[in-house]
């Protein structure tokens, strides 16, 4: 119950702060806001305000601002209405809803660095055989100290350090050993490992394992968790796109790499349990994900309107009734069909040995 609660508001979350973006700026820019709803379906509660209704539906899987003369057959010329402002000034209020997300991720990310996260300290846990650090005389329980003179604190400091010696043969190490400080020289090994978007890699490798049980949380200042924020949001940005580029050439699997409201579901019941922290973390993913993916040129996604009206710009003119009537019915089917496939593939994922074991009961 806890979870479904937890997931409820991550996506009630999300989904008001991207309204909420094409609401403020359709405001600013004098565009009358017809209803401003949360959730598709039977209404469950409603609530009028300013000639705005507010209105909170049964199905909380998205959400809608409706704007006044936003399409051909209701616009009837009026100053406050959405088509008769400017080609720009349309895409900015489109824009600010991705935005948004993109707002919302950067403050979480900032939050997280700032309250402080969760992370493994450099103390050995394991050994790995064949590989440079047994054979150099490293121990279990060993705390590294620094490599090649570079002093590391955690144990990402010590893979950061480690991966980007792709030409060096061996590093030296610092080891902290019963309070006595030992150097000592270890070969790397380079292998193939599969990265975040499944490509195989060749990486170099000491040979250790972190001790699990050994778990330090990180603080930063304010200042510095705003540069950390930025380089979050740069590197979600790049490797996003990149994913999206390799699924659309079919270096990737589709469904092994994106998820819907199942998934997200089992991925939020997992995080509820461990804490603020990574619930804070999945809802910066996921609306960094959110702001990206609805920029993506396609129709009845923000980038699709954004595409079309730059288009319009160009021609002078907008599209026929019945050329964005087609352009709408396309988009619509592709949606409908996407989510299928991503509802059936998290079934199958996350659900699929639940399901086998019921229908052999």
């Known amino acids: 119950m806890i979870s479904l609660l937890v997931f409820l508001c991550i996506l009630g979350v999300l989904i008001i702060v991207h309204e909420l973006g094409h609401f403020l700026v359709a405001k600013k820019l004098g565009v009358r806001v017809e209803k401003f709803s949360l959730g598709f379906g039977p209404r469950v509660m409603s609530k009028s305000v300013n000639n705005t209704e507010y209105d909170i539906r049964l199905i909380p899987l998205g959400g809608y601002v409706k704007m006044a003369g936003d399409n051909l057959q209701e616009y009837k010329g009026g100053s406050d209405e959405y ?36 992370t493994l300290t450099t103390k050995v846990g394991g050994l790995i055989d064949g590989l440079g650090a047994k054979s150099a005389g490293v121990e279990a329980g060993d705390k590294i100290t620094a490599i090649d003179g570079a002093k590391v604190f955690f144990w990402e400091d010590i893979q950061k350090a480690i991966h980007a010696q792709k030409d060096k043969e061996a590093v030296n190490i610092s080891i902290l050993r019963k309070d006595k400080e030992y150097n000592l020289k270890v070969r790397l090994q380079k292998m193939e490992l599969g990265d975040q978007l499944g490509e195989k890699r060749s990486v170099p490798l000491l040979g250790i394992t972190p001790f699990m049980d050994e778990i330090i949380t990180v603080r930063h200042g304010p200042v510095e968790s705003f540069f950390l924020s930025l380089d979050k949001l740069s590197e979600m940005t790049l490797m996003t796109y990149k994913a999206l580029f390799r699924m659309a050439t079919g270096r990737m699997s589709v469904r092994e790499s994106v998820t819907g409201p199942l998934g997200i579901f089992y991925i939020t019941s997992k995080a509820a349990s461990i804490g603020a922290i990574a619930v804070l973390h999945l809802i910066a993913v996921l609306s960094v994900s959110l702001g990206l993916f609805n920029l993506l040129p396609l129709p009845l996604l923000d980038g699709g309107h954004i595409f079309l009206l730059a288009l319009e710009k160009v021609r002078g003119k907008g599209l026929s009734p019945k050329s964005e009537h087609v352009i709408t019915q396309v988009g619509l089917a592709m949606i409908i069909s996407l989510a299928a496939l991503v509802t059936y593939n998290d079934l199958l994922r996350f659900f699929g040995d639940r399901i086998a074991g019921f229908f052999k009961r």
């Open 83 to 118: 088509i008769s402002k400017t080609p720009f000034q349309r895409a900015s209020i489109v824009f600010f809803g991705p935005f948004f997300n993109y707002i919302l991720g950067f403050l979480c990310f900032w939050l997280i660095f700032f309250a402080g996260y969760p």
